[in-house]
Each structure stands twice: as C-alpha cells, then as structure tokens.
C-alpha cells in the first residue's frame, strides 16, 4: 500500500483566500483523522471520520474550517477565508480502530502570507 | 480534559548510551500507549505500541508501561546519530489517540 497520500505538499496563499488539502487514506481503513501541528500548539486533533461521517469536530478551530468525506478514498480540509494564523502543517491520518495506531500522511505545510 | 505530559527537552544523550524518554497522562481508563518517532520537516511515524503494563521490547527500543503511574517510557539503548528526533508520546481509551508535544532527542557522536 503507498500509505496515506495528502496534496499538496507545499500551499503559499494570500490572506483571505481559499485553500483546500486533501487526503487518501490507506485502504481499509475506516477511521481519518485531520490534525495541525505548530510549535507552540504541537499536535492537534481537528475532526475525524468513521465510515465517511463525522465524528467529532470540536477540534476545528472555527467555522472557517470545514471538513468532507464524500468516499472511503478521499477527503478534503477547507480554509475560507485563510488567515496569517492558520500558517502550520496539517496532518491526515488514518486508521483501522478509533483508539488503534493511526498512520500519517507526509503533511501540508500551509503559508499564509 | 486528557493530557498527556512530556518534557520537551532537548534531551542530549551521547552515541551508544540509553536514552530515556518519559510520557505521564491523566485519564485513568487509558488502554492503548504508542510512540512516534518525528524527524524535522517530516510526518509522525509510528515505532512501538504498548497495551499491557510491562516492558515491550523491539530491537534497541524497550516501551514500559505502569498504568497505577500513569507512565510509559521509551529506551533507546545504543543510541546512534540517526536517533536524534522528536519522540511524540500518544495514549487512548476508546477514544482518538491524544498526543503530547514530544521530546527532542539529540544523540551526540
């Protein structure tokens, strides 16, 4: 399996503009997750999928992120407008079991200038 | 709210010692203990899981795991250069994974 793929890999934008990220999770696995990870914050949990539903999305920090799974295969995570702040890298990540390993994608390192 | 406790280091260990890397957490009902290896610029990549109270060997890594402590530690014996990463502790019961922040570890040749 080629693991869990995520594009893009670098994102510069604007203040105010749209960014969208996206994940492939490994196949099988039933659970995704979405994090963001920076230095002062570390790693953090943002929303995360079962079967293609949200599960749990109190991690978002606020309603200009929003999050979809439309299939088993893809997902995606939506910034808009995108701020100075949201500058970080965002990690997808997936798994068999809510509380089993999670395997992580290569990560988004998202700029907003 | 679920913490999970490391201290962010750096830890500087010279080549071929044994590093030692410490994860407290609060939530008593935890049941499943992984350790993450993160190298700069790179994703978390998993390197030991741990379940039961005890010690989990695999190659130069030794997960132990004291659930009355509420603590799970990482050895690195022989520590090589290659090793020098941030070492993310995660921990769960029933529930997502909750990470800490993780510990620098530096291996000096």
């Known amino acids: 399996d080629a693991g869990v793929i995520q594009s893009p890999r670098h994102e510069v934008t604007e203040m105010g503009q749209e960014v969208t990220l996206r994940c492939k999770p490994i196949?099988?696995?039933?659970?995704l997750f979405w994090y963001r990870q920076t230095m002062m914050r570390g790693l953090e949990l943002l929303i995360y999928f079962n079967n293609n539903v949200p599960i749990d999305d109190s991690g978002m920090p606020e309603d200009r992120f929003s999050a979809k799974m439309p299939n088993a295969s893809f997902s995606t995570l939506k910034i808009q407008p995108s701020e100075p702040r949201d500058s970080a890298v965002y990690f997808c990540?997936?798994?068999?079991?809510?509380?089993?390993?999670?395997?992580f994608g290569p990560g988004t390192r998202l700029t907003v200038t | 709210q679920k913490e999970v406790e490391q201290n962010s280091g750096p830890l500087s260990v010279p080549e071929g010692a044994i590093a030692s890397l410490n994860c407290t957490y609060s939530d008593r009902v935890s049941q499943s203990f992984f350790w993450y290896r993160q190298y700069s610029g790179k994703s978390p990549e998993l390197i030991m899981s741990i379940y039961s109270n005890g010690d989990k060997e695999d190659g130069r890594f030794t997960a132990q795991l004291n659930k009355a402590s509420q603590y799970v530690s990482l050895l690195i014996r022989d520590s090589q250069p290659s090793d020098s990463a941030t070492y993310l502790c995660a921990v769960s019961g029933n529930t997502p994974l909750v990470f800490g922040k993780g510990t620098r570890l530096s291996v000096i040749a």
């Open positions: 196949s099988g696995h039933d659970y």
């Open positions: 990540a997936s798994s068999l079991r809510t509380d089993g390993e999670q395997y």
